[in-house]
């Protein structure tokens, strides 16, 4: 199988976010100084300046805030997936993500609506985390 989209640059610091999603896990940057959690993935805190940090593991639960539905690709790679969402979701324990959501007609989302994280495998090094609907 070949992934056709584009591929996240994991020299910009992001790696060990990225090395998470292969483990299928969700992970993000924990301020050693003072516990804010930094979304996106930086150089320093954004609450205090701190550039110390650690990465902490997420349940990969959220829910739903807003999302659109796409009707027209802007990239070729995304023409099977049309129409196809894309959602800003708030993670538990984190702050909100732009993802898709997976697993559900566009119809059927809603704000609030309980979501999960899973994986999209798209190369052995490159796991794509997108969110599915919760029961
Ligand atoms: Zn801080």
Known sequence: MTYDKPLPDTSDGSAPFWEGCAQHELRIQECSACGH????????????????????TLPGTGEVWSWIVYHQSFNKAWEPDLPY???????????????????????????????????????????????????
């Open 85 to 135: 969402n894309v959602a800003l979701i708030k993670v538990d324990g984190a702050h909100t993500m732009i993802s898709n959501l997976v697993d559900v007609e566009p119809d059927a989302v809603h704000v609030g609506q309980r979501v999960e994280v899973v994986f999209e495998d798209a190369t052995d090094e490159i796991s794509i985390p997108k969110f599915r609907p919760v029961s």
């Open 37 to 56: 959690r930094r979304w996106p993935i930086g150089p320093v805190c954004t609450a205090c300046l701190s550039p110390e940090h650690t990465w902490v």
